[in-house]
């Protein structure tokens, strides 16, 4: 992870060589107020190579495995997402969809948005917003 530029906000942008680049002026994430909010990941190898011709469930793998790499150089894990929206080119596909996902997930899945989407080149994307730390309530 390269040094996270903050703004006067207080708000970092969190950049790392294990996902792929973004592909627009935007950040793979921003850390603000406790929360990590997570860009779109789609099934990219590093290097930035659609991984659109990949069966359908290798593609939800590859975005998730971009998903938590991005949540780990952000000081996070995807255990501790809140909310989840996930973009589907055929919502059909939701139940293959839930096969991976939920691999991904502690006992507590976050709340969660299915979105039908015409994705360029790929079948799915995902974002999220994650708690930085655990989130503790004191008895």
Request: proline share 8%; no cysteine.
């Amino acid at each position: 992870m390269s040094a996270a530029p903050v703004n006067a906000a207080g708000i970092s942008s969190v950049r790392t060589d294990a996902a792929p680049s973004p592909a627009g002026a935007y950040s793979q994430a921003v850390v603000a107020a406790g929360l990590v909010f997570l860009s779109g990941q789609t099934p990219r190898d590093i290097d930035g190579t659609r991984l659109g011709d990949r069966p359908f469930t290798e593609q939800v793998a590859r975005a998730m495995e971009n998903l938590a790499a991005v949540a780990t150089a952000a000081g996070s894990s995807l255990d501790r997402a809140v909310k989840v929206t996930v973009y589907l080119r055929d919502p059909a596909r939701a139940a293959d969809f839930d096969r991976v996902y939920r691999e991904w997930f502690g006992p507590v899945p976050p709340a969660r948005t299915l979105v039908q989407s015409d994705l360029p080149g790929f079948d799915v994307e995902i974002d999220a917003i994650l708690l930085v730390r655990p989130f503790s309530v004191s008895a």
